[in-house]
């Protein structure tokens, strides 16, 4: 198989997808224990499960980024080596 993107927008995909997942998870999971500092003012959320629901959500879909991005990184690191079979 050869890559569909390029090996640094690859690899940044793959950093920025870690990144993401573990800010989401921790804001995530404070909404999800209705800390009061997330929502105990007027101005925040009442129902903080549901925004963390919706927040996990988006941590399904960066998952998703982070293994194409690693997929792709890990066709290119196999294209520099020679292929699928090196005959070096």
Known sequence: ???????????SCVVISIF???????????????NHSFTGSEGDPEDGPA?????YVAVIVYAGFFVFCGFQA????RDSRGGAISLR
């Open 74 to 77: 890990y066709l290119h690191l």
């Open 1 to 11: 198989m050869k890559p569909v993107v390029s090996a640094l927008n690859a690899w």
């Open 51 to 55: 925004v963390a629901a919706s927040i």
């Open 20 to 34: 993401a997942i573990v800010i989401l998870s921790v804001l995530g999971s404070l909404y999800g224990s209705n």
